[in-house]
Structures are given as C-alpha cells and as structure tokens.
C-alpha cells in the first residue's frame, strides 16, 4: 500500500488522547509489546484492526490513514466540508469526508468544485412544514440530466439519485441544512444557500407574483 497508518501517526494520537501503550492494547484486544513495535517502525498493524484503532481514538479511518487529525481532529466532523466523486464511466456517485484516494473503473476520480448555480441549472426551493422542495428546471433525457441532488448540514448528508427520464426534484428534511448540492452530468457540479434558492419568504418568493414569473421565464427556458 502507498499509504498506512505509520507508528509515529499512532504514538502521537495515544499520546494526544493520554492513554499508555497498554491501555490502547486492551482497546484492541493486542498486547503492549505489539503498540511498541507498530510505534518504533518493527512493525504495521493488521488491516483489520485500522476500524477498531480508529475508533480508539474516535477519528474516522481515513484520518488515521492519512494523519491529518494530528493537525486537525475535526477534518471529518463536519458534512459542509464534504466532497463528491462521479465515476465518468458508469456514474456512480461516492460521497467522502476527509482526505480519500477513490478509484471507480480503473480511473482515479477528483472531488468535484461546486459553482454557484446559473440560468441553466436554476433551481426552487420551498418549504413544505419540516421539509425542503427542491426543483431544478433542467433537462432530464439519456444523454443530458442531473445525476443527484444532495443537502448538507454541519453534521448531517441527504442525498438523492435521479434518473434520465424522471424528474428533477427531491425532498429533504429541513433539520438544519446550509447547502444544497447538485451535478449535472455535462456541466458538473452546483450548490446554493436554501435560503438564496427562492426559498427566503422575507425576500417575498414563495407563493408569490415574482416567484411564478420566475417560474414561467424557467418554463419557456427549458420546457
């Protein structure tokens, strides 16, 4: 492997969460002369155990891989910081917190760059008691649709997968959601603040003359 977790990456957690070497053993069921050679490089963990020792100190494994909770324990913590993968071959969508090396088809894929959404990937937001509605008036044919729409929260991700051919809404409990995502399968992907989505009754959207005009200018658009 390119990448595992190293001993200084282990001695330095044990060391940061105040536990000996034989408290992280029983932690993991090894003895304290196993810790001791993972951490002076004699030795590596078994594969197995990277869940159980990222558990141990209550980071995410990819972190422990990775090493960074060592300079930031919160890497993983919060869902606005998320990233997504669209496999091009046969796309599959893998949503990933952290650092993440992801391969689909043989193909090494890169985290998506969210734009900020245009007059061709407009979408409406309202909300329905505790839920959003979320509409995007796109094209929904074989070869032009949009792939998933997503919300985030600080500690919470919702996601949907559409289908050429159906529709492009979808319904997301409201629970404190700051960002709403979604990809376009030509154009990649896009986000906005659900309040900026035609979703602020302050601003006089909702159920409102300048909302249906906005409406009807989308429909003529891409109807």
Known sequence: MNQYVTGAVIKELREKNRMTQLQLAEKLGVSDKCISKWETAKGLPDIILLEPIAEAFGISVTELISGNTVRNANVSANMLRSKFYVCPVCGNVIHGMGEAEIHCHGIRLVPLEAEPTDEQHMIFIERVEDEYYVRIDHSMTKEHYISFVA?????DMQMVKLYPEGNAEAR??????????????????????????????????????????????ADMLFG
């Open 151 to 155: 919300a985030a929260s600080s500690g």
């Open 172 to 217: 997301f409990k409201i629970r404190g959601v700051r960002r709403i995502f979604f990809y376009c399968n030509r154009d990649g992907l896009f986000s906005i603040d659900p309040v900026k989505g035609i979703d602020d009754k302050e601003s006089g959207y909702d159920d409102s003359k300048e909302r249906k005009e906005l409406e009807k200018a």
